[in-house]
């Protein structure tokens, strides 16, 4: 069948290989399938192939980022990550922890959040009746937290704060104290 002549949008895009993604088994096959079978005498693809493959990827990521730019959700996990290239960088290689999510995407038991669902009566901190109590009060200027914070700041050497969270997840170590 023939998408583009049906006058359809087709909009390529790359994905993780090997990563579960639904039909993305199939599109190998078909593409295989459809792929001249050249060689370069090594085994190897043309070069054009993985040139082919870069130029996708790169264009698959830019439109990303736009999407994530523009998108109006996931403000606490722009903060930590505005790139999605990093993001995808440092948490593809992450085992995600119930608790890493929910403070990665302000679901967690802070007091602004729960707060919402009636489940708190404020959304404000102990520390000082004016502060909302979210993720980053938390981690960047709330005094209760203030000896955790030095003592993960200590045994890391990274700050902790929105612009050094990436720091603190990329490495095994740091996220172990963190």
Same mark, same amino acid.
């Given at each position: 069948?023939?998408?583009?002549?049906?006058? $359809?949008?087709?909009?390529? %895009?790359?994905?993780?290989?090997?990563?579960?993604?639904?039909?993305?088994? @199939?599109?190998? !096959?078909?593409?295989?399938?459809? +792929?001249?079978?050249? !060689?370069?005498?090594?085994?190897? +693809?043309?070069?054009?192939?993985?040139? @082919?493959?870069?130029?996708?990827?790169?264009?698959?990521?830019? !439109?990303? /980022?736009?999407?994530?730019?523009?998108?109006?959700?996931?403000?606490?996990?722009? &903060?930590? %990550?505005?790139?999605?290239?990093?993001?995808?960088?440092? #948490?593809?290689?992450?085992?995600?922890?119930?608790? #890493?999510?929910?403070?990665?995407?302000?679901? &967690?038991?802070?007091? /602004?959040?729960?707060? $919402?669902?009636?489940?708190?009566?404020?959304?404000?901190?102990? &520390?000082?009746?004016?502060?909302?109590?979210?993720?980053?009060?938390?981690?960047?200027?709330?005094?209760?937290?203030?000896?955790? &914070?030095?003592?993960?700041?200590?045994?890391?050497?990274?700050?902790?704060? $929105?612009?050094? %969270?990436?720091?603190?997840?990329?490495?095994?170590?740091? $996220?172990?104290?963190?």
């Amino acid at each position: 069948m023939d998408i583009v002549a049906e006058g $359809r949008e087709v909009r390529p %895009f790359w994905v993780r290989a090997h990563a579960g993604t639904a039909g993305n088994k @199939r599109a190998d !096959e078909l593409a295989e399938e459809r +792929r001249p079978q050249k !060689e370069n005498g090594s085994g190897l +693809r043309s070069f054009s192939a993985v040139v @082919r493959q870069k130029v996708i990827k790169a264009a698959s990521l830019e !439109e990303w /980022q736009q999407r994530y730019t523009e998108g109006g959700t996931g403000e606490i996990t722009k &903060c930590f %990550f505005p790139r999605v290239e990093e993001a995808y960088r440092i #948490l593809s290689r992450v085992t995600m922890t119930p608790l #890493l999510a929910q403070t990665l995407t302000r679901h &967690c038991g802070f007091a /602004q959040y729960l707060n $919402r669902f009636k489940l708190k009566d404020s959304p404000y901190c102990a &520390c000082a009746p004016d502060k909302v109590q979210d993720v980053l009060h938390v981690l960047e200027e709330c005094p209760i937290f203030g000896r955790e &914070c030095a003592e993960t700041e200590a045994g890391t050497g990274v700050v902790v704060a $929105r612009h050094g %969270f990436p720091g603190l997840l990329s490495d095994e170590k740091s $996220r172990v104290i963190f």
